[in-house]
């Protein structure tokens, strides 16, 4: 059964255009499923799905002569004299297939949609030979409006424009227990849809493996994949804490130039984000440090032990990315706003929310020069609900 994405209307709009449609996101998010149901309600039968993890496929695309390429699609039945559809999975295992695409794009009426695990090796990969001619798309974990898709949940979709700060009671109780699970395990398509605890755990243990065993061995060249675990372990017991390289580069024993390569490695293939701080006000006491975060809470869970506090400010992170640009604000005293999202609004996060931490945070968003301010709480507390659900965050 198919369950569809975000992102699923802009990409199959997208299908209208001759730019290349390119998706990309963290291994195992469901760029392959999502794609190739878009593929499958092409009304058109001039179009064909290739799979590069698959040898024969990736030496169809290694061809140094393209019209050689030509002529082995034309003897699988497809057409060039009209409008061809070609679909590519995963072409960064196949770094000549800029060249070829460049090629058919620039002398053939061929509709590409094509995927890849890493921005930066995309976004480079295409910046030269193919500029202004594809857009990338970026899929992520699900949204908790997903989640509760996948699980044939009924809600209610909300815009920014109408979060109210206002718990609401009935909604808490009818979805706590759905996003307690979002929390635990995340929101990678097959754990969701997985029946039990172990299996979910299982299967969040073997994305971190393929992640390790595939990607950091096919895209970045580093040879030390050991140290690189143990990287991504100590990372992940710090989400939520400013970044301090020379400390990190301490602590694992890897050299503060080959760190940042690191850092910038697992930035680039959606692990991890590093939140820079609102920078507008004229405070010089702010803070400059970046924030640490995981693409997905369940995949931090299986590398560490992570705290109640830190699960949650995790998962909340990864909700507000869906609705625009998130940084956080922070003076060298110790004091922060969590969040601060497109520039505007102030957002605390509170387990259990008082109205002491809204009127901190009023203060706080005053001080960095924000007129909004918002306060997301995971549970309520006695007679106070002057708060966001952070299960309303869809």
Partial sequence: MFFPRLLYTGLKDHLNKKAITVLTGIRRVGKTTLVRQIFSEIISDNKVYFDLERLDNRELFSEKNYETIVSALQSRGLSFQKKLFLAIDEIQLNP?????????????DIKFIVTGSSSFYLKNLFSESLAGRKKIFELFPLSFGEFLTFKNIPFRSLGLQTFR????PAEYERLKSSYEEYISFGGFP?????????EKTDLLADIVSSYINVDVATLSGFKRQRDFYSLIKMLSSRIGSRLDYV????????????????????EKTYLI?????????????????KKLYFCDTGLANTLSQL??????????????KFYGEVCYFSLKTGRELDFVLNQKRAIEVKEIPTQTDFKEALVLAETAGLKECLLVGRHPSWKFQNFLWAGNLR
């Fill in 96 to 108: 000549n297939l800029t060249s070829v695409m460049k090629y058919l794009y620039d002398h053939y």
């Fill in 165 to 168: 700060q206002r718990f609401q």
């Fill in 190 to 198: 097959e754990v969701v849809l997985a029946g039990s605890r172990e």
């Fill in 247 to 266: 400390k990190l580069s301490q602590l694992s024993g890897i050299s503060r130039p080959a760190l940042i390569n690191y850092l910038e490695f697992l």
């Fill in 273 to 289: 984000y590093r939140l820079p701080v609102y920078t507008k006000s004229r405070d010089r006491e702010i803070v400059k440090a």
């Fill in 307 to 320: 705290s109640s506090g830190q699960q949650f400010e995790n998962t909340v992170f990864n909700q507000l």
